[in-house]
Structure formats: C-alpha cells, structure tokens
C-alpha cells in the first residue's frame, strides 16, 4: 500500500461532504487557502503534514485513513470532543481579531 494522492484527496472529498463543509468552509476551518485545499483534494499536488493533521482532526477520521486508505486503524486522533470544541473556537476567535486587526491597518 502506497500514497496516492489522487485517492487521497477523493477520501478527503467524501469525508468533507458527509460532515456538511463546502470546499471554501472546510479550508477555513483548517486555515488553508481555498486554492491550496482545491489542489489537496482534486490530488494536483500534496500537503504537509501538519495540514494532513489538521484535515483528520476537523473530520475525525486516522491519519493512515486520510492518507493510506486503511481503515479501522489503531492510529486514530482521539481528541475529547469538548477539548475540540474549545480549539476550534479559539482558534476562530484568533482568525477574527486577525481579519479585524487587518482591517484596521488598511484603513
């Protein structure tokens, strides 16, 4: 078994779907570009690990999933839902002061 990143990113795509995210509102969610993200997922090109990381934690699913296509994997990212919940929300907060902090800069 080998990574392909087409299959990967078809993966990646079906995951997304099936929680509700819209191409553009998933690459939000992981702080990518909606370009990048595009790429990620149609397999034109990969991403780091870190944003692999990122992806399996906002979909909840493994790693060796995302990435390999295994499943039921004991390599799973378990994560408290509550501790989830809370990052992702500050994680939110943090991307509103930026927009606002940049907003100010510009005017």
Known sequence: MCYQLKASGE??????EEKGYTQESFSKEI???????SGIESGAHSTSID????????LEISLDYIILGKENSE??????QEKRELALKRKRQIRTWMEKIAALMLS
Request: glycine share 0%; hydrophobic share 40%.
């Open 11 to 16: 993966r990646i795509k079906k995951l997304r």
């Open 75 to 80: 390599l799973t990212i378990n994560i408290p």
């Open 51 to 58: 944003t692999f990381v990122e992806i399996a934690q906002v």
């Open 31 to 37: 702080s990518i570009s909606h370009r990048t993200y």
